[in-house]
């Protein structure tokens, strides 16, 4: 399968917009539970919301210029004539225009004082739902039941990749100075229950995605270039499921009744959970970018 120069621009782009918006919803679900669980999480947790949304709205405005050039054939730096009439003349442009202003009202919800919260969350619903509006989603028409499940969708892969990637950080930054042990223990385990409820969440509107995806031909789905992509896709979410379910399963256990002693046993624990959660992120992180790629790819599209 032969990929443009400028698709494979775009490819990557949107690979770094799914990894970003996933971090912001991880950022957002991380202090959550943070406050929740009484932990001490960095104060500066805020100033990296606001630079993964400023990012966000630049890699938003980077991929416009590539769109506009692969839409009017022109070349990239010559693509600014176009932009305006991909803007006004195209339904890409009116999705655009969605996600850009969700990427706005997430970066300004740091200016907000009290209301910057909701507003942070409001601005990330509102990306996700341009991002469904230029999907594959939006063949069955804007307002869709099948685009809105696409939102639900986002929003939950990025809950579950986010929250996992920002964690991998965050348990490093929280020593017994922030945290008591039993603290720790629930922030770990409230991290688990979101990530799993989030999971459960991404599998079903995913199945529902990929039924609706390959509705319209009768080849063999993993036959194609589009199904192989999927498969690589599916091999990493299983890898994270197992990474994720031992730590849930086994590890945590473990600490909750090391905590009480909060010695070398609990610190032993604790590294062995965080260990495995900085591989999961790994693992998300492929995730995202492979996400990337198959929505770029057609699902009729041949070998």
Known sequence: MTVEPLVATQIAVAAVQNVLFATAAGLLACEVLGKRCGVGVPATLRGWQAGVTIGLALMAL????LQAAVMSGTPLAEAGSAVAAVLTQSHYGVAWSIGFV???????????????????????VVWA???AAASHAADAGDFSAREVIHVVHLCATALWAGSVIVAAVLV???PS???????QVAFRNELSYL???ALVVVLVTGFYNVIQDTSQTDVRIFATGWGRILAAKLVCVAAAVALGGWNRLVVLPQLRAWAQQDGAAFVAGKERFDTLLSVEALVMLATLAIAAVLGHTSPT???
Do not use: Q
């Open 62 to 65: 980077a991929y416009l210029w």
């Open 102 to 124: 969700g990427a706005l009202l997430a970066t300004l919800s740091g200016f907000s004082g009290r209301r910057g919260l909701p507003l942070f969350v409001i601005g990330l």
């Open 129 to 131: 739902a341009g991002k």
């Open 172 to 174: 490093r930054r929280l």
């Open 177 to 183: 100075t922030y945290a008591t042990a039993e603290k």
């Open 195 to 197: 990530a799993t409820v």
């Open 301 to 303: 599209a041949g070998g």
